[in-house]
């Protein structure tokens, strides 16, 4: 079991150019999240997936869209990379939507907007 | 609005002392409060979690958890700290079904030998 895995880990860009963060999960989840982390404001949530099909905005989703392809994967893509999105990103899965159950996270991808 | 609050950026402890972390929260309705730990360059791993019943909850390596609902605290605690729990840790809650958490904004907590 890989758990959850994230692609890139790291990633440079320059402003105005476009990416796509990649989460997978082999825990037959149904629940995914992608969240950004920045120092002195623990995590926040950009947008998830209760369930396959189904895509929610979260707390900070200027800026990004996601595509829930299929169970196992929901990605993150920054269509016009800014500054202000130099952060962390890590993804997370969860088996049911409900709280009842922790979420599992990724190792995060390191991102950089120059 | 919903919010969950670490008052510390940082807590320093001697090994073999015990060690608390602080959490309050303000999660409408029946809240659901979780800890999680940060190692360096690591994802997020669950320690432990309330959602109902006895208000002290054990965890991974030894952390427990006290929920006081009067107080809206959910305090991290550890009887004997090892300098392998220094770390980054995360208080988040929820409530509902929505599956959505909202994190604390983290305190590092630093165990010297």
């Known amino acids: 079991n890989a758990g959850v895995t994230q692609t890139p880990k790291f990633q440079v860009l320059k402003t105005g150019q476009s990416m796509t963060l990649q989460c997978a999960q082999d825990m037959n989840h149904n629940s995914m999240y992608w969240y950004r982390q920045d120092p002195g404001m623990g995590l926040r949530l950009i947008y998830y997936?209760?369930?396959?099909?189904?895509?929610d905005k979260g707390e900070v989703p200027n800026g990004y869209n996601v595509s829930r392809l299929n169970k196992r994967e929901f990605s993150l893509r920054l269509e016009s990379a800014a500054p202000s999105q130099t952060s962390v990103y890590f993804c997370a899965s969860m088996r049911a939507r409900t709280l009842y159950n922790e979420q599992f996270f990724g190792p995060g991808t390191r991102l950089t907007v120059l | 609005a919903q919010s969950v609050a670490q008052p510390e950026d940082q807590v320093n402890v001697a090994e073999g002392n015990p060690l608390t972390v602080k959490c309050t929260y303000s999660?409408?309705?029946?809240?659901?409060l979780f800890w999680y730990v940060q190692y360096p360059n690591r994802g997020l791993q669950f320690l432990l979690k309330?959602?109902?019943?006895?208000?002290l909850v054990k965890g991974s390596y030894g952390f427990e958890a006290e929920f006081n609902k009067s107080q809206t605290s959910f305090h991290l605690k550890k009887p004997s700290a090892l300098v392998s729990d220094s770390a980054l840790y995360f208080c988040a809650g929820g409530s509902g079904n929505t599956g959505k958490l909202i994190f604390g904004q983290g305190t590092t907590l630093q165990v010297k030998p």
């Open positions: 309330y959602i109902t019943g006895d208000n």
């Open positions: 997936s209760a369930s396959e099909g189904t895509t």
């Open positions: 999660v409408s309705g029946n809240p659901y």
